[in-house]
């Protein structure tokens, strides 16, 4: 296999041609010199393995001599070569920051010699050395948009496409930036025959077969995460400066401002980086940003961005507990899983969660049929068909335009006159302008119906005094969102009447709670602004607080 992109019928373009210089550049002898004081040499023999996908890789490779092929291996074990590299050129994808697992395979062709950079080494190359830094790190993103969009790499899902933990898990991977492709046993023999050989049945539907070599049954988004090898754990006997809670918005910005200032950061989240903003298709009111961007788009950057300054990443992890009540003044949190952590402060950016509707079997139609975001995924689903949306505010304004690009017919169902109160005039514009969408006044939705096999088939609404309804089979909720606080009841962190956090009490910052050292910032503090633009610059401001307190403490880590 050559390094250069292999002919076909349609020879490249010049676009093209550049973006695989980006994905695949060959440094030169000076800036290979300048790697050298991060590096150790390293010597590999033809036919070594010097990393898998789905262990965890050393570091990043930069080869002096010989070659080595880069081959993605899904998990059912198929083979798809990517590149050979040689002298000059560097092995790495975004993992290689944190120290996560490979995605790709790297075998050795020759025998040869090369540099490597652990994580941390790497993540001190990128700070230290600002041209270089920003080449490799384009290449590393590309690399993984390119291992996303090929497919061929990573977990694959076995299991009926649309049903609820198929959706579950394919929102997972996507929402954390993780390659992997579904296969559907009542479409491919492969996948078919493979159920059968490992003695599972419709019922242990889906399957994860992942690149370790583990096939599990409908895993949980932390099973998986473990067996990709998704997230490096920190050491957690060490006592962090800030421990972030939420990696939406509002924490990542906390953890690049803090992290790129020197401080020990820990990002916990549940889920997913990117909170609510993750599961926003288009942003178009961000700074910087005129033809807007996806949320994953954005906040997938910032999360490379917070792990190139250090930044460790819990992903996913649920904060269940704080304890503020140590005699040595560190806060401690507790996990779901059982195990805990200490720092010096806390910064709460948990956001907030959807509202639900008052309709008693909505909960049978999660995940299937009902949804509180509409990403390309959901609008795939949507394609052709009727859909209905509840809500007035910003973001169902803009699920309905989104929507209507894929949906025949988009309803826009509110309690009130109209939409003059709660959206911006920009989006009413549009939707005015669109011909398939439908504003309903005085609508709430009142059933729910179900197909055969339990998919949404049909909404009932009372419009004004009359009732209606019509086939659709999927309903959009973006009726407001309630505070994710319940994790803060017994530490003494003041919440106002709805939950939220309240800050800036007398004698504190503005960011600070009723518990000094402990903050909020974003949508989960009382009186925040509520959008990405405003979580974001208070996740910078809180930084200068934290030094304040740390400083006031003196606490600041070496
Ligand atoms: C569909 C949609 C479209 C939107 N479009 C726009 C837009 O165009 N422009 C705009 O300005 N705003 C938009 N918004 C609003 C914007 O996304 C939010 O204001 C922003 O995401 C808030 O950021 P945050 O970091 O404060 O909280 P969130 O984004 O809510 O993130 C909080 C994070 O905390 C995690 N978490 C919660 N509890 C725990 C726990 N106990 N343990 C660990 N982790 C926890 C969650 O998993 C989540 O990832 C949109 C929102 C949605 C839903």
């Given at each position: 296999m050559s390094d250069t992109p292999t002919p076909?019928?349609?020879p490249p373009s010049g676009a093209q041609l550049a973006r695989f210089e980006q994905t695949f550049p060959t440094l030169s002898a000076a800036e290979i010199d300048r790697m050298r004081r991060f590096a150790s040499p390293r010597a590999f023999k033809a036919g070594e393995t010097l990393f898998r996908s789905g262990q965890p890789a050393p570091g990043m490779f930069v080869i002096l001599e010989g070659s080595v092929a880069i081959v993605q291996r899904d998990g059912l074990g198929h083979e798809t070569p990517i590149i050979e590299q040689g002298p000059g050129q560097f092995l790495a994808e975004v993992s290689q920051l944190s120290g996560g697992a490979a995605l790709v395979d790297g075998r050795a062709e020759t025998d040869g010699s090369a540099l490597l950079l652990p994580p941390a080494r790497l993540r001190d190359l990128l700070v230290a050395e600002a041209e270089l830094g920003e080449r490799i790190t384009r290449a590393l993103i590309l690399r993984r948009v390119a291992l996303i969009e090929a497919a061929a790499s990573g977990a694959v899902l076995i299991g009926h496409a649309g049903s609820r933990d198929v959706i579950r898990l394919q929102g997972f991977l996507t929402r954390n930036g993780q390659p992997f492709h579904l296969l559907d046993p009542g479409v491919d023999a492969e996948a078919a025959a493979m159920v059968s050989r490992l003695g599972f049945g419709e019922a242990d539907l889906p399957?994860?077969?992942?690149?370790?070599?583990?096939?599990?049954?409908?895993?949980?988004?932390?099973?998986?995460?473990?067996?990709?090898?998704?997230?490096?754990?920190?050491?957690?006997?060490?006592?962090?400066?800030?421990?972030?809670?939420?990696?939406?918005?509002?924490g990542l910005a906390t953890a690049v401002y803090a992290a790129s200032e020197g401080l020990s950061v820990a990002v916990i989240d549940k889920r997913a980086y990117g909170g609510q903003a993750g599961a926003s298709a288009r942003i178009e009111n961000y700074f910087g940003f005129p033809t807007g961007i996806s949320g994953l788009a954005l906040t997938?950057?910032?999360?490379?961005?917070?792990?190139?300054?250090?930044?460790?990443?819990?992903?996913?992890?649920?904060?269940?507990?704080?304890?503020?009540?140590?005699?040595?003044?560190?806060?401690?949190?507790?996990?779901?899983?059982g195990t805990a952590m200490t720092a010096r402060t806390v910064v709460v950016a948990s956001g907030a969660q959807y509202r639900k509707l008052a309709?008693?079997?909505?909960?049978?139609?999660?995940?299937?049929g009902v949804w509180y975001w509409a990403s390309p995924l959901e609008a795939q689903m949507c394609a052709g068909s009727e859909v209905a949306l509840v809500g007035g505010g910003n973001s169902a304004g803009q699920a309905a335009v989104f929507l209507s690009g894929h949906a025949a017919k988009v309803r826009i169902m509110v309690r009130g006159p109209g939409l003059k109160e709660t959206m911006s005039r920009y989006l009413i514009d549009r939707i005015a302008a669109t011909p398939n969408i439908e504003v309903m006044p005085h609508t709430q939705v009142t059933?729910?119906?179900?197909?055969?096999?339990?998919?949404l088939a049909r909404v009932a609404w009372r419009q004004a005094d009359e009732d209606g309804g019509a086939d659709i089979g999927h309903l959009f909720l973006f009726v407001g969102a309630d505070p994710a606080t319940h994790w803060l009841t017994d530490c003494g962190v003041g919440l106002d009447r709805a939950g939220f956090v309240t800050t800036g009490g007398e004698g504190r910052g503005g960011l600070e709670s009723t518990v000094s050292g402990v903050f909020a910032v974003g949508d989960v503090r009382s009186g925040s602004v509520k959008r990405v633009g405003g979580a974001i610059g208070e996740g910078a401001q809180v930084v200068a607080a934290i030094h304040q307190y740390l400083a006031a403490h003196e606490e600041v880590s070496a």
């Open positions: 076909d019928a349609n399957l994860a077969a992942c690149p370790n070599g583990e096939v599990l049954r409908n895993p949980t988004d932390k099973a998986i995460a473990a067996a990709l090898g998704m997230s490096g754990r920190p050491d957690l006997t060490r006592v962090f400066d800030v421990a972030v809670v939420g990696a939406g918005p509002a997938s950057r910032a999360m490379l961005q917070a792990q190139k300054f250090g930044a460790e990443m819990m992903i996913p992890t649920c904060v269940r507990d704080l304890d503020c009540a140590r005699p040595d003044s560190l806060r401690s949190l507790m996990f779901e899983d309709v008693e079997n909505l909960a049978d139609f999660e995940g299937r059933g729910l119906e179900a197909r055969e096999d339990g998919a």
